[in-house]
């Protein structure tokens, strides 16, 4: 297993949720952001959302009031709460972990991503 494991994608229709989970390795203990990033099809990587160790939060406006980040310091594992999704969000969704930068964060390890797709 890698050092960032992604589970929970799937295949969904418009307007349902998923859950996705991103288990660190113990070399990221306290890392300063843990966070996801998405890649469309013939698109740029794009940043979702984000969760420090101080238990600040962000999401990208195109994802707000939709998608929550959340993250459990203990288990060092970070969630992102997929709701009302749409067709838009098919993506392959990666975990990353790195330092805040701004609102956003600036990745330094990545996972091998995890497939959403959704049908319309």
């Known amino acids: 297993q890698g050092d960032l494991v992604e589970s929970g994608g799937g295949l969904v229709q418009a307007g349902e949720s998923l859950t996705l989970s991103c288990a660190a390795s113990?070399?990221?203990?306290?890392?300063?952001?843990l966070g996801w990033f998405r890649q469309a099809p013939g698109k740029q990587r794009e940043w979702v959302g984000r969760?420090?160790?101080?238990?600040?939060?962000n999401v990208a406006d195109s994802v707000k009031g939709r998608f929550t980040i959340s993250r459990d310091n203990a288990k060092n594992t970070v969630y992102l709460q997929l709701n009302d999704l749409k067709p838009g969000d098919t993506a392959v969704y990666y975990c990353?972990?790195?330092?805040?930068?701004?609102?956003?964060?600036?990745?330094?390890?990545w996972g091998q991503g995890t497939h959403v797709t959704v049908s319309p």
């Open positions: 113990r070399r990221f203990l306290g890392i300063g952001a």
């Open positions: 990353a972990a790195g330092v805040p930068y701004g609102s956003s964060m600036r990745p330094t390890s």
């Open positions: 969760a420090l160790t101080n238990g600040i939060t």
